[in-house]
C-alpha cells in the first residue's frame, strides 16, 4: 500500500535501491514467483513478469497469485485449449480473453460501464447493489372501510 499512486521512479528507489528517469511511466521487472511484487494488487506503474516452464504453469502460477479475491484476470491466447483449460481454473468477477481489463466494462468487449467492480466476486457494481428497497405493509387500522361509521 505504500506504494500506490507513487511513480516508478520513487517506487523503485525505496523498494530494491534502483534509479531510474523520473519520466519513467511503467517498469517491467522479472521477478521469481514468490517475489512480493507478484503477491501484491498492481495498483502502480510496476509489474511483475516471472518465467514459466509452459503456458500451464504460466496458468496455474497466475490463477495462485490472483489468491481467490475474484477480481479480473486478463488472458491472451490464439490456442483455443489454453483458453479452455484457463476458463476452466479461472474463478473471478471479470475473466477478459483477448483484450485490456476494460473488455469487460462494456468499452472493448461485452457488459455495461461500470468503472468499479465489487470485490467477493459479486462483479460490476449496479445502482441496485448499493440501495435497500423496503416494503411497509398495514392492516386493518388504517384501511379505509366503505359503509363503516367513523367513529
Same mark, same amino acid.
Given at each position: 500500500? #505504500?506504494y500506490?499512486?507513487?511513480?516508478?521512479?520513487?517506487?523503485?528507489?525505496?523498494?530494491?535501491? $534502483?534509479?531510474?528517469?523520473?519520466?519513467?511511466?511503467?517498469?517491467?521487472?522479472?521477478?521469481?514467483?514468490?517475489h512480493? $511484487?507478484?503477491?501484491?494488487?498492481?495498483?502502480?506503474? *510496476? /509489474?511483475p @513478469?516471472?518465467?514459466?516452464? #509452459?503456458?500451464?504453469?504460466?496458468?496455474?502460477? =497466475?490463477?495462485?497469485?490472483e489468491? +481467490?479475491?475474484?477480481?479480473?484476470?486478463? @488472458?491472451?491466447?490464439?490456442? $483455443?485449449h489454453?483458453?479452455?483449460?484457463?476458463?476452466?481454473i479461472a #474463478?473471478?468477477?471479470? @475473466?477478459?480473453?483477448?483484450?485490456?481489463?476494460?473488455?469487460?466494462?462494456?468499452?472493448e468487449?461485452e =457488459?455495461?460501464?461500470? $468503472?468499479? *467492480?465489487?470485490? +467477493?466476486?459479486?462483479? /460490476?457494481?449496479?445502482?441496485s447493489?448499493?440501495? /435497500? *428497497?423496503?416494503?411497509?405493509?398495514?392492516?386493518? #387500522?388504517?384501511?379505509?372501510? @366503505?359503509?363503516?361509521?367513523?367513529?
Amino acid at each position: 500500500m #505504500d506504494y500506490i499512486g507513487k511513480p516508478p521512479d520513487v517506487i523503485l528507489k525505496r523498494a530494491i535501491g $534502483l534509479d531510474v528517469p523520473p519520466e519513467t511511466k511503467i517498469a517491467i521487472l522479472e521477478t521469481d514467483k514468490e517475489h512480493p $511484487l507478484v503477491w501484491t494488487e498492481q495498483i502502480m506503474p *510496476i /509489474l511483475p @513478469f516471472v518465467r514459466c516452464r #509452459d503456458a500451464q504453469e504460466a496458468m496455474n502460477e =497466475g490463477v495462485a497469485a490472483e489468491q +481467490g479475491l475474484r477480481h479480473t484476470i486478463v @488472458f491472451h491466447s490464439n490456442n $483455443l485449449h489454453n483458453i479452455a483449460y484457463m476458463s476452466s481454473i479461472a #474463478d473471478a468477477s471479470q @475473466f477478459v480473453k483477448n483484450a485490456s481489463s476494460i473488455g469487460g466494462l462494456g468499452i472493448e468487449g461485452e =457488459g455495461f460501464k461500470s $468503472l468499479h *467492480i465489487s470485490t +467477493g466476486g459479486e462483479g /460490476l457494481a449496479r445502482p441496485s447493489m448499493f440501495t /435497500l *428497497i423496503r416494503r411497509c405493509v398495514m392492516n386493518d #387500522d388504517f384501511r379505509y372501510r @366503505f359503509g363503516a361509521g367513523m367513529d
